[in-house]
Nanobody, 124 residues
Framework: VQLQASGGGLVQAGGSLRLSCAAS????????MGWFRQAPGKQRELVAL????????????AYADSVKGRFTISRDNAKNTVYLQMNSLKPEDTAVYFC??????????????WGQGTQVTVSS
């Protein structure tokens, strides 16, 4: 399985960017896809997560407190692609953003995968 991320760049504070990440390969089920970020000198942190529902539950999303109300995660299940719409960007959002997915390639096993990082730089 490979994750291909795109959409980073340089934007002024208050601007918007949209990140995309497509999963390809031997995929039986995408259990979750999300975005993490890592700023220089800081630990990698969860930004947003989209979890696939089950027969008893709906899909769900979760966000870091710092991005709630500004970022929106969505997924196109047919394309195994996750998006992160980032609005009202702040300089503190500057980081390398990493796509993550937990994918089952068989009914008995799942694995974690990471995409290459994409740089997001927000200028003040």
């Amino acid at each position: 399985v490979q994750l291909q991320a795109s959409g980073g760049g340089l934007v002024q504070a208050g601007g918007s960017l949209r990140l995309s990440c497509a999963a390809s390969g031997s995929i039986l089920r995408v259990n979750a896809m999300g975005w993490f970020r890592q700023a220089p000198g800081k630990q990698r942190e969860l930004v947003a997560l989209h979890t696939t529902g089950t027969m008893l539950t709906d899909d769900s999303t979760a966000y870091a407190d710092s991005v709630k109300g500004r970022f929106t995660i969505s997924r196109d299940n047919a394309k195994n692609t996750v998006y992160l719409q980032m609005n009202s960007l702040k300089p503190e959002d500057t980081a390398v953003y990493f796509c993550h997915a937990q994918i089952s390639d068989s009914p008995w096993d799942s694995h974690d995968y990471w995409g290459q990082g994409t740089q997001v730089t927000v200028s003040s």
